[in-house]
Structures are given as structure tokens and as C-alpha cells.
């Protein structure tokens, strides 16, 4: 799913925004790709994508007042904000992303997937 919707990204042209905005560059879908193959497992909570007028990309999951967002640059620098309630964290990362990180994202994204399942159940 994540696939065809960085796909659709990719074919953004210059100026989707009707203003002046890059098109999405291929470094950023290949580094978003990578992120998302790295932290996801099947059951995770599916992300919502977002193209950035730099030619990056940004990936958010919301869960009960949390949120997890992760931009990439349209040179594939990444960077992550998380924000439980209102409390807020930031990390960057680069790719391939650390064992600390990922063991770390993961189990945040797990967490959240988790949630989500609580509260679609009601």
C-alpha cells in the first residue's frame, strides 16, 4: 500500500501545490521506502504520506492524541517527531537507520498499531 502511494508521489509534477512546489525527487521515495520497510511490520498501523513542496516526503501515523511524523528530505535525510499527548521528542536518522532507532520505532509504532486496534474495536 505504502508502495502505490509513494508511487503516486513520484509522478507529482513541478508546481502540484499550484504554487512553486518541487516534484518529489526519487532520492526521497527510495529513503521513505526504506523507512517504511524498516520500522513496519504487517499489523503496524498503515501511515498516511504526504508530498513536501521541497521534494521531500512526510509520513504520519495519529493514535489517541499521539502522533509519530517522519520527513524526508528531497536529498534523503530523514528526520523524526514524535509526540505522545503533548509531550514531543525529535530525533534524526540516517539511512539505514540504526538498530537502537529502529528497535526504538518499532516498538513505539507497535504500541500505536495497538491503540488503533483498541479503539477501531469499539
Known sequence: MAVEKINKLLALPKG?????????????GIAMLSVL???????S?????????SGGIQVEW??????IEIEVAADGHS???????????EMEF?????RDELAEFRR???????????SSAR
Open 16 to 28: 502540484w501545490d499550484g504554487h512553486r512546489a518541487e516534484p518529489v525527487t526519487i532520492e526521497a
Open 37 to 43: 520497510f524498516s520500522v513496519m511490520e504487517r499489523r
Open 45 to 53: 498501523l498503515q501511515p498516511q504520506l504526504f508530498p513536501l513542496a
Open 62 to 67: 495519529h493514535v489517541s492524541g499521539s502522533s
Open 79 to 89: 528526520g523524526c517527531a514524535l509526540a505522545d499527548g503533548g509531550e514531543e521528542a
Open 94 to 98: 540516517g539511512i539505514p537507520i540504526l
Open 108 to 118: 513505539i509504532l507497535m504500541r500505536f498499531s495497538t491503540q488503533a486496534g483498541r
